[in-house]
């Protein structure tokens, strides 16, 4: 796909080309939609809670099956958890103290080192539990075989889940966000424009470039995540394209001095929700009105912040509902638990909060 190059001493005709192709390229070899084996991210609190429901689950099935009597398994289970808990616990630290070394790992060997310090956490724990509360942790070869059985069979669910919600959930998520770009934002900035056109000829080609560019991201494949950097540039010509036509009606303050450039999240994330902003907190009103953004990295999360103004009862709030549900489940499918979205309007402004893991190495993001 071509990527449009701005030309500041060509004139607005040789321009057209190279928009032209840029917004509107043509038929693309396909991408496959099954995504590539991978391991679990064990640095994911999501992964840590299936995990360890998973072990709890086990824990009963096996104590239901193994006890002849219902009135004594509450006290088998506990000491079935005792044996089964701990060392699960230290296999996700291990594993997780590991996740940089895996994420650059094929699936194969990987797998290996998950059974092997499953293994080896299941003899560590026995050990421990026999020598520091003086429990019999039964023989070795039971506690080898719960652990390889255990491992593999977590291993094969969180690879069927991924499989479940990556190719077909994602891809009609995708489809389904690229598709919102409203109709009239289309028209109002191609009328904005041609009143450009003979006035400020180098302005009106900036944002024909702008536009390309944008509708360039809206029809590419959008499954992988991108720097955060780019989105934000995207976002800037986004909002200089709705500056030609809102003028003075629109202000936007960017506080992004602490933004962490090279932080990966999933693209068009901040985009359709400034373009929520504009459509229902400054277009209703006649009066002006600010958007703020607010990007900034703590404590290992990258966290967005926007602000818009609102107006009660000013319409189209359905739309501006579907797209922050059509977000936060994207960011559920690339974070699970870590990738939060929330919402609440206070004095007078609608805010949006993204609350993402910072994640700067594609290797251990695609995970």
């Keep these: 796909m071509l990527r449009l190059t701005r030309q500041r001493t060509g004139t607005f ?18 991408r496959d939609t099954v995504p590539a084996d991978r391991l679990p991210d064990f640095t994911n609190i999501g992964i840590w809670l299936r995990t360890v429901l998973l072990a ?35 296999s996700l630290a291990l594993l997780a103290a590991l996740s940089r070394v895996l994420s650059r790992t094929r699936l194969a060997p990987g797998v290996a080192v998950v059974l092997v310090v499953s293994v080896a956490s299941a003899l560590a724990s026995g050990w421990l539990l026999q020598a520091g509360v003086a429990v019999e942790s039964g023989p070795v070869d039971r506690r080898v075989f719960f652990a390889l059985v255990f491992s593999g069979s977590a291993l094969f669910y969180f690879h069927l889940r991924d499989r479940a919600l990556s190719p077909a959930l994602t ?42 560019d944008l509708f360039r991201v809206l029809m590419a494949d959008n499954r992988e995540l991108a720097p955060l950097a780019d989105e934000v540039a995207l976002c800037r010509q986004y909002l200089d394209i ?8 629109l202000t936007v303050e960017w506080h992004v001095e602490n933004m962490p450039k090279d932080a990966l999240i999933p693209p068009l994330v901040l985009q359709p929700l400034l373009e929520n902003a504009v ?4 277009e209703p009103s006649p009066q002006a009105g600010t958007i703020v953004i607010n990007i900034f990295r703590t404590r290992g999360e990258v966290h967005i912040a926007l602000k818009n103004p609102v107006h009660p009862g000013g319409g189209h709030q359905g739309g501006n509902r579907m797209a922050v549900a059509n977000i936060r489940e994207r960011l559920a499918l690339h974070f699970d638990e870590e990738g939060r979205l929330e919402t609440q309007v206070l004095e007078g402004q609608y805010q949006v909060r993204i609350r993402i893991p910072y994640k700067s190495d594609v290797a251990s993001a695609a995970r």
């Design 279 to 282: 459509y229902h907190g400054i």
């Design 242 to 249: 709705e500056q030609l036509r809102l003028g003075d009606r």
């Design 13 to 30: 005709a040789d321009a057209l080309p190279a928009v032209t192709r840029a917004a509107f390229p043509g038929p693309e070899r396909s």
């Design 56 to 90: 709890v689950a086990a824990s009963f099935v096996a104590t239901v099956l193994l006890t002849p009597d219902w009135r004594p398994i509450p006290e088998e289970f506990s000491i079935v958890s005792l044996h089964v808990q701990p060392p699960v616990i230290l």
């Design 171 to 212: 891809e009609a998520r995708l489809q389904a966000l690229q598709a919102r770009i409203r109709p009239h934002f289309l028209f109002n900035s191609i009328n904005a424009v041609l009143s450009l056109i003979r006035t400020q000829p180098r302005r009106a080609e900036t944002a024909l470039e702008d536009m390309a």
